[in-house]
């Protein structure tokens, strides 16, 4: 394997306004697996990583949008491992001026500092981008590559994230997840055990999540999906979610993304509020990284003369 199998810590979450409720909260702290290829990206691109080398692939070639995490790990995966990286970046407007670009966003001047080339399509083109003749297209351009798939999931991608939960987590009774593309929640419910159920937190809008799952699960149906705390959909946030991530860090230590992880947590936590979890319920969290994407968040939050992620 290239990314050293490693197993994440567990630390215990203590939040004053659920500490008078008798359910345990605990995150597993996936974010500090590596400084650039963080959670579940860790997890996803291992085995890409070592499939790409058996095909005597010499170039990774994956989508994402402007501000993506997958596209900044993708970019310090091939970078680590020596592979050329080519980036299929959603918004053809941005090749306007790509110095202007590389200056105020932060993940693609990461991405293009660790070796990545950046492909600009429309938003219309990108919807095919699963399409046999777009893929045929981008062949013609740049010859051939390895691909891995917007936000990493696949079947690799899935068998990566099996390896997120181990023996020692036996003990929770519930696992939450934050959900993109479905391959970090399918690889969880795989490994979880008949006692045990997960909940996942979609950060896109929509129902297609669904059957995106489905096609990853082997058997297990201890799973459900929880759709209140979206926020209004991907990369949307408020007021009320940045003071939760703030507050949140100042009492646990523990940073959170604003597109993933922050709302898992303020999902959680208000659940906990409302009493939805019996008494005794242990709750394990995964932190899925994503830390990469608070400077750009930021940088939005700004132009909205709203208070700044900290």
């Known amino acids: 394997m290239f990314l050293e199998n490693k197993n994440s810590r567990v630390q215990e979450v203590l939040l004053k306004e659920i500490s008078t409720k008798e359910v345990s909260l605990f995150i597993k702290r996936e974010d500090e697996l590596h400084p650039f290829i963080s959670g ?8 890409n990583l070592a499939e790409a080398l058996k095909q005597n692939q010499q170039t990774l070639l994956t989508f994402g949008g402007a501000y993506s995490n997958h596209i900044a790990a993708a970019a310090a995966a091939g970078f680590e491992h020596n592979f050329k990286t080519i980036g299929v970046i959603r918004g053809d407007e941005l090749a306007n001026d790509l110095e202007h ?36 297209t981008l062949k013609e351009q740049f010859g051939d590559f390895y691909l891995v798939p917007e936000g990493g999931t696949n079947k690799f991608a899935v068998k990566g994230c099996e390896e997120i939960l181990t023996e020692e987590d036996t003990q929770f009774n519930i696992i939450c997840t934050a959900i993109g593309t479905g391959g970090t929640i399918s690889g969880i419910i795989n490994s979880t055990k008949k006692h045990q159920s997960v909940i996942g ?8 999540l669904q059957h995106e799952i489905e096609k990853y699960v082997l058997k297990n149906k ?4 929880n759709t209140n705390y979206n926020f209004g959909g991907y990369a949307k946030i408020s007021e009320d979610l940045v003071t939760f991530i703030n507050n949140f860090k100042n009492e ?17 936590v208000d659940l906990i509020k409302k009493d939805y979890f019996k008494k005794g319920t242990k709750i394990l969290a995964i932190h899925t990284g994503g830390l990469q994407g608070i400077d750009g968040m930021n ?12």
């Open 222 to 225: 201890n799973w459900s999906l």
């Open 299 to 310: 940088l939005i939050l700004k132009k909205k003369n709203l208070p700044q992620i900290v």
């Open 40 to 47: 579940n990206k860790y997890r996803k691109l291992n085995y």
């Open 201 to 208: 937190f979609p950060a896109l809008k929509g129902d297609f």
């Open 252 to 268: 646990t230590g523990i940073p959170l993304d604003p597109v993933y992880t922050g709302k898992m947590l303020f999902g959680i």
């Open 101 to 136: 670009v590389l200056k105020y966003n932060p993940t693609l001047k990461f991405a293009s500092e660790h070796g990545m080339k950046f492909h600009f399509v429309s938003r219309s083109a990108y919807r095919n981008k699963t399409s046999e003749a777009f893929i045929s």
